[in-house]
């Protein structure tokens, strides 16, 4: 049974910084992709950033630059590190994951955690 984890989210001012993380288990974590979505109700989920088995990652554009996905397959944890933070990323963010050997998460979620950032 997959399971996912998040922690880290909380309140911090426009231009503080915050990290998120998740623990997965029920998974050969290695082999799979992750990723972190975010949502804001009424709107869609959007990919914020993922991570490939090899390490390769994928942005969101308003993040980049800000936001940095890493992944610690010793640990079966993935994190990601949001600086410069601002109002607009306020959300409830979620850890994903794919298939085995898919190239994309998307298919497993955690239950979010909440990152409000205030002006």
């Known amino acids: 049974q997959v399971q996912l984890v998040e922690s880290g989210g909380g309140l911090v001012q426009d231009g503080g910084s915050l990290r998120l993380s998740c623990a997965a288990s029920?998974?050969?974590?290695?082999?799979?992709?992750m990723g972190w979505y975010r949502q804001v109700p009424g709107r869609q989920r959007e990919l914020v950033a993922d991570?490939?088995?090899?390490?390769?990652?994928n942005y969101l554009d308003s993040v980049k630059g800000r936001f940095t996905i890493s992944r610690d397959n010793a640990k079966n944890t993935v994190h990601l590190e949001m600086n410069a933070l601002k109002p607009e990323d306020t959300a409830v963010y979620y850890c994903?994951?794919?298939?085995?050997?898919?190239?994309?998460?998307?298919?497993?979620w955690g239950q979010g955690t909440q990152v409000t950032v205030s002006s």
């Open positions: 994903s994951t794919g298939r085995p050997w898919d190239s994309k998460p998307g298919i497993y």
């Open positions: 029920g998974i050969i974590f290695s082999i799979h992709a």
């Open positions: 991570i490939t088995r090899a390490g390769g990652t």
